[in-house]
């Protein structure tokens, strides 16, 4: 079963916005974290942003001041708000969540992928020069 759906990529110049989304199934697992990943091709996957559910976040330094995560509880989405892109930001971008684990709210465990247990299936951010 599918229980993460993300949406909102797409071709946009540098300096454009984009606001991705994640939708949680209903019947996906209580989440102690859920995270936004990203993989330009021939690179490993890195993560991006995250929020804990405390409401805690931490960002990778290439992202601060420019992406925002947020989460809607009432409505089982995720967010990711980006701003300012550049070309370097191009990749697919998954949304994870995190079923098992729990740390400091907003430590930096929240960006070490080997916390996260549930996986979308991504969505294209292509930033053009």
């Known amino acids: 079963q599918v229980q993460l759906v993300e949406s909102g990529g797409g071709s946009v110049q540098t300096g454009g916005s984009l606001r991705l989304s994640c939708l949680i199934a209903?019947?996906?697992?209580?989440?102690?974290?859920m995270g936004w990943f990203r993989q330009a091709p021939d690179q490993g996957r890195e993560a991006v942003a995250a929020?804990?559910?405390?409401?805690?976040?931490r960002y990778v330094d290439s992202v601060k001041g420019r992406f925002t995560i947020s989460q809607d509880n009432a409505k089982n989405i995720l967010y990711l708000q980006l701003n300012s892109l550049k070309p370097e930001d191009t990749a697919m971008y998954y949304c994870?969540?995190?079923?098992?684990?729990?740390?400091?709210?907003?430590?930096?465990?929240?960006?070490?992928?080997?916390?996260?247990?549930?996986w979308g299936q991504g969505t294209q951010v292509t930033v053009s020069s």
């Open positions: 994870a969540g995190n079923s098992h684990s729990r740390g400091n709210r907003g430590g930096d465990w929240l960006l070490q992928e080997r916390f996260y247990n549930l």
């Open positions: 209903e019947y996906a697992p209580t989440t102690y974290s």
């Open positions: 929020i804990d559910i405390d409401g805690g976040t």
